[in-house]
T-cell receptor, first 112, second 113 residues
Framework: NAGVTQTPKFQVLKTGQSMTLQCAQDMNHEYMSWYRQDPGMGLRLIHYSVGAGITDQGEVPNGYNVSRSTTEDFPLRLLSAAPSQTSVYFC???????????FGSGTRLTVV | EDKVVQSPLSLVVHEGDTVTLNCSYEVTNFRSLLWYKQEKKAPTFLFMLTSSGIEKKSGRLSSILDKKELFSILNITATQTGDSAIYLCAVRAGGTSYGKLTFGQGTILTVHP
């Protein structure tokens, strides 16, 4: 039981490049979310999903896409990376309402 | 828009001190409030509060929720250097936003020996 697995752990991109941050969970959790963490800003919600085929925007969705074709996976796509997207990204999952979220170990992304 | 505000933003204490961290919120259709501790990497879950006035306790940590005044506190007694971390408060909404968890900015706690 690996929990929430994020890959890669570190990534450097050039401005304008695209990439996908991977998130997988093996706990059969219905809810999954992506957050970014910047100094002094706490965790800000990018996109979230309450089940396969269902996604919705969070607080800071611009520049990011998501899809949820399976319960296990929730990839986050950066369409055209910008320096403002330099951050630490966390994926989290939860069994559902009334339950806490479990977090992955994060991806540190630098856009130069 | 849902809003969570934590205070203080940072706190420096010495081992043995007692600290109180604050979290206030404005959330449409409130469901629960959660506290997390973040050391080097991923936040780890501490407490989930849904009812006013009922204290949750785990060792030296305790937390309580006031749904009338829209805030929660996290108390840490007899602090240790291992308590140094970022403490995050989050609220979960219901209704059409039932999958959302909104976080505050966090409180950075530093405990000196």
């Amino acid at each position: 039981n690996a929990g929430v697995t994020q890959t890669p752990k570190f990534q450097v991109l050039k401005t304008g490049q695209s990439m996908t941050l991977q998130c997988a969970q093996d706990m059969n959790h219905e809810y999954m979310s992506w957050y970014r963490q910047d100094p002094g800003m706490g965790l800000r919600l990018i996109h979230y999903s309450v089940g396969a085929g269902i996604t919705d925007q969070g607080e800071v969705p611009n520049g990011y896409n998501v899809s949820r074709s399976t319960t296990e996976d929730f990839p986050l796509r950066l369409l055209s990376a910008a320096p403002s997207q330099t951050s630490v990204y966390f994926c989290a999952s939860s069994p559902g309402q009334g339950r806490s979220y479990t977090f992955g170990s994060g991806t540190r992304l630098t856009v130069v | 828009e849902d809003k969570v505000v934590q205070s203080p933003l940072s706190l420096v204490v010495h081992e043995g001190d007692t600290v109180t961290l604050n979290c206030s919120y404005e959330v449409t259709n409130f469901r629960s409030l959660l506290w997390y501790k973040q050391e080097k990497k991923a936040p780890t879950f501490l407490f989930m509060l849904t009812s006013s006035g009922i204290e949750k306790k785990s060792g030296r940590l305790s937390s309580i929720l006031d749904k009338k005044e829209l805030f929660s506190i996290l108390n840490i007694t007899a602090t240790q250097t291992g308590d140094s971390a970022i403490y995050l408060c989050a609220v979960r909404a219901g209704g059409t936003s039932y999958g959302k968890l909104t976080f505050g900015q966090g409180t950075i706690l530093t405990v000196h020996p």
